[in-house]
């Protein structure tokens, strides 16, 4: 990468808030992590030059577009910046942090602040869920189904099946991590849930099927919430840096990027690879240019991950395109316990979006600012001891959207 750019704070809200419950909608998300993020990176808002707001249902499920005009509103203090927004399913804010970058990198911007935001708790479920279908390909999946994303990504579980063998066992074992994580987790929307003995079974009282290859604990929360970061230029960050008693190095910095985009069926892009060693090899790609970019080899110069596990399949699949097993062998990852606390490789400290929560458009940017945190030192009883590159994955879609970021620091 030509330029580095740095992170310098963010802000999360509390992904187990229903903001319609309280009379609140997405402008008081946008302003309340606005402001946080602000506070959090010591950054005033007259340093602001530019800002991105990555959502992806806005229209359907508040009627409100036009969400880059509203943080300018919230915050008149911003009033002015140049802002705009992003969509790219759950990989909205994703899109909106490499945006954010082009403009650093290009010498525009020195200080941009990056925001995903997202609404769902004001709606019935299942006209949350239906709204959320326009991240297919509306009419043409040819999946017969009640809910597409359960599904879709049941189909995925087939697929694994039919190619390489599936033991369910793997997949309630992910649900289980993740929902553990997120007790540990302080804005987690379930680290008060409880489960008993058979949750994370395949009994189907306590883990009812809810489409084929997909059962209750296999799925994502969706959810309410929004997060913010202030990214900088390595000038900026520096200066920054000196006036907070700290120095470049501690900073944590987007080391390597990869963003690649598939069409929208997700049962063309299982035809393309019937052949291939990964069911997904654009995601694959994905992540091997963020290795490129960052400088390191492959997976083992990670000391954690984020992944996308909008539901337990994302997650398998995502574990053996990361290289931590060889094609269709995430299995064995979960088996010896690598992706766990004090594995090789933990994932998903955060809960992921299993435990953490699901909102879609803010999913992006909570990966990055929960990277960033690891790095830092500063994820409390989710910190990965001595964590000093964390990468992320994000896709939006069935993988139709995919960005991935490698996120370090150097001292």
Known sequence: ??????????????????????GQDLSDMTREATLGALQASGVDTARIQSIHVGNAFGELQRQQAHLG?????????????????HEGACASSSLAVLSAMAEIEAGRYDCVLVLGVEEFKNLPGDQASANQNAAAWQGHEDIDCTFMWPAAFGLLAGEYDKRYGLDRKYL??????NYGNARRNPLAQTRKWQFDDKSFTDDDQANPMVEPGSRRQDCGQITD???AVVLASAEFARAHAQRSGTT???????????HRNAGLRLKD???RSANAPYVFPHVRQT?????????VADITAMDGVETHDCFTTTEYMAID??????????WQAIEDGRIERGGSCPINMSGGLIGCGHPVGATGARMLLDAARQVSGQAGDMQIEGARRVQTLNIGGSCATVASFVVARDA
Not at 1 to 22: C, E, N, P, V
Not at 69 to 85: D, F, H, N, S, Y
Not at 248 to 258: D, F, S, T, V
């Open 225 to 227: 919430g929004a997060c």
């Open 248 to 258: 470049l190095g501690q900073l944590p910095r987007i080391a390597g990027w990869g």
């Open 269 to 271: 892009k299982l035809a």
């Open 172 to 177: 309630n074992r992910i649900a289980e991590l």
């Open 69 to 85: 005009a509203m943080v300018a509103q919230v915050v008149p203090e911003l009033w002015g910046v140049p802002a705009m927004r």
């Open 321 to 330: 395109h990361l290289g931590l097993t060889p094609p269709g062998q995430s």
């Open 1 to 22: 990468m030509a330029t580095s750019t740095y992170i310098l704070g963010g802000y999360q809200t509390d992904f187990a808030k229903a903001w319609s419950r309280h």
């Open 287 to 295: 992540i091997e240019d963020a290795w490129r970019r960052a400088g």
